[in-house]
């Protein structure tokens, strides 16, 4: 029985999906023993489908449970590697960068704002390897 996946942006039957969690890396497949992690701030989900395609999906800021045979992934933000839109990712990066340029580096604004520099960064490589939208 395939593995089944949800999420705000897929919910299907996969054959693996593997992602960080804060304490390393998860690889999940069907019949999986129950599961619940955080996962990375900021990361890519590898997701298998059943016809052996990999696909990559955007996630940061959340946990991950699998019980029955479902994967469960409640994160901030999600979103299928082909469906970020550049232009945005560019424009988040930029304010990113702009705020770091004017802040202590020592103030947790500074982290706040690096924090969103890496997931602009991480969003901007998902998409372009995998021909995303703008």
Same mark, same amino acid.
């Given at each position: 029985?395939?593995? +089944?996946?949800?999420? &705000?942006?897929?919910?299907?039957?996969?054959?693996? #999906?593997?992602? *960080?969690? !804060?304490?390393?890396?998860?690889?999940?497949?069907?019949?999986?023993?129950?599961?619940?992690?955080? *996962?990375?701030?900021?990361?890519? #989900?590898?997701?298998?489908?059943?016809?052996?395609? +990999?696909? $990559?999906?955007?996630? &940061?800021?959340?946990?991950?449970? #699998?019980?029955?045979?479902?994967?469960?992934? #409640?994160?901030?933000?999600?979103?299928?590697?082909?469906?970020?839109?550049?232009?945005? !990712? +560019?424009?988040?990066?930029?304010?990113?960068?702009?705020?770091?340029?004017?802040?202590? +580096?020592?103030?947790?604004?500074?982290?706040?704002?690096?924090? &969103?520099?890496?997931?602009?960064?991480?969003?901007?490589?998902? $998409?372009?390897?995998?021909?995303?939208?703008?």
């Amino acid at each position: 029985m395939p593995l +089944k996946t949800f999420c &705000s942006a897929l919910e299907n039957k996969v054959a693996a #999906v593997s992602f *960080m969690g !804060v304490d390393g890396s998860y690889g999940i497949l069907p019949g999986h023993a129950p599961l619940v992690t955080a *996962m990375a701030h900021a990361g890519a #989900v590898q997701i298998t489908e059943t016809s052996g395609e +990999k696909v $990559a999906m955007f996630a &940061s800021d959340g946990f991950a449970q #699998v019980q029955n045979n479902l994967l469960t992934m #409640v994160c901030e933000a999600g979103e299928m590697a082909q469906e970020i839109d550049l232009e945005r !990712v +560019k424009q988040a990066e930029a304010r990113a960068r702009e705020k770091l340029a004017n802040l202590d +580096k020592a103030s947790i604004e500074f982290l706040q704002a690096e924090a &969103s520099l890496e997931k602009a960064l991480l969003r901007d490589l998902l $998409a372009r390897r995998s021909g995303g939208a703008g």
